[in-house]
T-cell receptor
Framework: GAVVSQHPSRVICKSGTSVKIECRSLDFQATTMFWYRQFPKQSLMLMAT?????????EQGVEKDKFLINHASLTLSTLTVTSAHPEDSSFYICSARQTGLGLRHYNEQFFGPGTRLTVL | DQQVKQNSPSLSVQEGRISILNCDYTNSMFDYFLWYKKYPAEGPTFLISISSIKDKNEDGRFTVFLNKSAKHLSLHIVPSQPGDSAVYFC???????????FGSGTQLTVLP
């Protein structure tokens, strides 16, 4: 259990276009999902926290108008990189928080496989 | 400023021996700590966690030790296997939001 998928796994786009990345929790409901980005050989940096049915909370320095997050259901959150530029090229990873009593990994985050974005 | 630090970017260990990965933190509000394993171009995989009310948690070959007074935790892998070769991240969380703050990772290489 506790599987999180991301789509697409890899995307190449031209500068100025928008790219949407989907994050799904496949076998559990996730009221909270997180979006991270990782630069080569660096740590995962939290971009925003996404709560189902409400606006996302962005970390300092992350432009909310550039990185649009929608968490429309308990199993799906989307990240849209608007007007992408080469500096947005990165590895984007989502995670979903599994909540509930009696679970082995109560309140753990389970990560998707990531999406490699390359902006030309 | 980095609230979670992994000072060793890499570690090499012989197969069958113990691997010890270290992590230090500065924020005394952290109350839950986790270790993740990550392969290139994949998302992190949860390994083991520990609450701040404990000082040790064991799961198979993996044991996490927490020293709150030193703000230090470590992950022990015994015995190490070549398949354990990956980047290991420690992470810490606090508060109801349970956001994770990650260290910079340690590349473990287990030599056959």
């Amino acid at each position: 259990g506790a599987v999180v998928s991301q789509h697409p796994s890899r995307v190449i786009c031209k500068s100025g276009t928008s790219v949407k990345i989907e994050c799904r929790s496949l076998d559990f409901q996730a009221t909270t999902m997180f979006w991270y980005r990782q630069f080569p050989k660096q740590s995962l940096m939290l971009m925003a926290t996404s709560n189902e049915g409400s606006k996302a909370t962005y970390e300092q320095g992350v432009e909310k108008d550039k990185f649009l997050i929608n968490h429309a259901s308990l199993t799906l959150s989307t990240l849209t990189v608007t007007s992408a530029h080469p500096e947005d090229s990165s590895f984007y990873i989502c995670s979903a928080r599994q909540t509930g009593l009696g679970l082995r990994h109560y309140n753990e985050q389970f990560f998707g496989p990531g999406t490699r974005l390359t902006v030309l | 400023d980095q609230q979670v630090k992994q000072n060793s970017p890499s570690l090499s260990v012989q197969e069958g021996r113990i691997s010890i990965l270290n992590c230090d933190y500065t924020n005394s509000m952290f109350d839950y700590f986790l270790w993740y394993k990550k392969y290139p171009a994949e998302g992190p995989t949860f390994l083991i966690s520990i609450s701040s009310i404990k000082d040790k948690n064991e799961d198979g070959r993996f044991t996490v030790f927490l020293n709150k007074s030193a703000k230090h935790l470590s992950l022990h892998i015994v015995p190490s296997q070549p398949g354990d070769s990956a980047v290991y991240f420690c992470a810490a969380s606090s508060g109801s939001a349970r956001q994770l703050t990650f260290g910079s990772g340690t590349q473990l290489t287990v030599l056959p």
